[in-house]
């Protein structure tokens, strides 16, 4: 399994930026399709933008053209650039393998979006 700790979370008024780190550990990152997710409250955990080994990437429509998914895989690290951002995208975000996602998930990282 893969263990993951994400951060760079904050808060951020509209139209501004973040970018978010995940620290992954464990066999075989380096070969899985790693993606990040989101939670709202009261909502379900979503997958957003997912990068495959070789660096193909696909994004849910709400994010294409704002977030951008990147990986190091010498560094075992996967990264989200968030741009542009709306209050609607106010979550927590994770990182995980993706499509199917491991059971164990991080602490997640908070992004709130101020109006």
């Known amino acids: 399994q893969v263990q993951l700790v994400e951060s760079g979370g904050g808060l951020v008024q509209a139209g501004g930026s973040l970018t978010l780190s995940c620290a992954a550990s464990g066999s075989l990152f380096s070969i899985r399709t790693m993606g990040w997710y989101r939670q709202a409250p009261g909502k379900q955990r979503d997958l957003v933008a997912a990068i495959t080994r070789g660096g193909s990437t696909t994004y849910e429509d709400s994010v294409k053209g704002r977030f951008t998914i990147s990986r190091d895989n010498a560094k075992n690290m996967v990264y989200l650039q968030m741009n542009s951002l709306k209050p609607e995208d106010t979550a927590v975000y994770y990182c995980?393998?993706?499509?199917?996602?491991?059971?164990?998930w991080g602490q997640g990282t908070q992004v709130t979006v101020s109006s």
């Open positions: 995980n393998t993706a499509p199917t996602f491991q059971p164990n």
